[in-house]
T-cell receptor, first 115, second 113 residues
Framework: DTGVSQDPRHKITKRGQNVTFRCDPI?????LYWYRQTLGQGPEFLTY????????KSRLLSDRFSAERPKGSFSTLEIQRTEQGDSAMYLC?????????????FGPGTRLLVL | GESVGLHLPTLSVQEGDNSIINCAYS??????FIWYKQESGKGPQFIID?????DKRQGQRVTVLLNKTVKHLSLQIAATQPGDSAVYFC????????????FGSGTRLLVRP
């Protein structure tokens, strides 16, 4: 399978704990996006990487959230001191460079439940 | 503010019938639109996209129509099948963005056998 992969698929944690999610984009896709999706809603943009550079962050990305893409390949999203309101599906998407290649391909997501 | 919305939260159709899912968008500067299908517990799956310089695009059993005058987007599914049952999202890409997508809240399509 050469699609976007995410790990873990599910995570249950207690409030106050830190969690880290990983995304492996489609090979040679240099653009990578993180979105958050709550039940019944569409995905909401969190942040965007072009290669290893984080070029845009949403207001939704509070100080407790940090994302990295150190080598321009896989990316991690860390949430510190989790809160119950962080419970959601965290989706990663990737796309190649080029104005005519705008389709974002999504991974299966990581579902987070904060107790 | 920017928003992408859907007129019908749930659409129920008979197997074999055609389905039409509608979407309204508010950002006239958006230059790219895309439809995704999302099944329970899975990530959004690309269906079809269209650029703002087009008003119609066809795929396999699916057609997307774009009406920029009224800022309306629709997805037509021909001969709807049980496997089409899912939540469908439209999304727009503002031309001045980093290619982030702005999603609506989705329409659930239920296909009756």
């Amino acid at each position: 399978d050469t699609g976007v992969s995410q790990d873990p698929r599910h995570k249950i944690t207690k409030r106050g704990q830190n969690v880290t999610f990983r995304c492996d984009p489609i090979s040679e896709h240099n653009r990578l996006y993180w979105y958050r999706q709550t039940l019944g809603q569409g995905p909401e943009f969190l942040t965007y990487f072009q290669n290893e550079a984080q070029l845009e962050k949403s207001r939704l990305l509070s100080d407790r959230f940090s994302a990295e893409r150190p080598k321009g390949s896989f990316s991690t999203l860390e949430i510190q001191r989790t809160e119950q309101g962080d419970s959601a599906m965290y989706l990663c998407a990737s796309r190649p460079s080029g104005r005519q290649k705008e389709t974002q391909y999504f991974g299966p997501g990581t579902r987070l439940l904060v107790l | 503010g920017e928003s992408v919305g859907l007129h019908l939260p749930t659409l129920s159709v008979q197997e074999g019938d055609n389905s039409i899912i509608n979407c309204a968008y508010s950002n006239s500067a958006s230059d790219y639109f895309i439809w995704y299908k999302q099944e329970s517990g899975k990530g959004p799956q690309f269906i079809i996209d269209i650029r703002s310089n087009m008003d119609k695009r066809q795929g396999q059993r699916v057609t997307v129509l774009l009406n920029k005058t009224v800022k309306h987007l629709s997805l037509q599914i021909a001969a709807t099948q049980p496997g089409d049952s899912a939540v469908y999202f439209c999304a727009e890409k503002p031309s001045d963005s980093s290619y982030k997508l702005i999603f609506g809240s989705g329409t659930r399509l239920l296909v009756r056998p």
